[in-house]
């Protein structure tokens, strides 16, 4: 079955820097959009960022943009997010999500497989 498991995550200070892993498993992962999200205590969960699945294209979300990197390793079956600048208002689990499309999704219920999420803590 499809498993996706972030890693990565932890506290750290503002303006400081954390890169988050998705490791994919039980799926063809080059076939695969894949999407970071994120949600805070009290809040919907947000797009962060997406890529297709060739990571030709991505899509940053305004609150990010500048800061946060997608990526992917199709050789690795791995997705990444390099967030660099982090502020307070970063803290929240971010998940790691994926469906099996050519397409750019930003809409978390396009997506059909999540993550279990890791936490994100930015001190002031």
Known sequence: QVQLVESGGGLVQAGGSLRLSCAASGLTFSNYAMGWFRQAPGKEREIVAAITRSGGTTYDADSVKGRFTI??????????????????????????????TYQLLKVAAMYDYWGQGTQVTVSS
């Open 71 to 100: 990526s992917r390793d199709n050789a690795k079956n791995t997705l990444y997010l390099q967030m660099n600048s982090l502020k307070p208002e970063d803290t929240a689990v971010y998940y790691c999500a994926a469906r099996e």
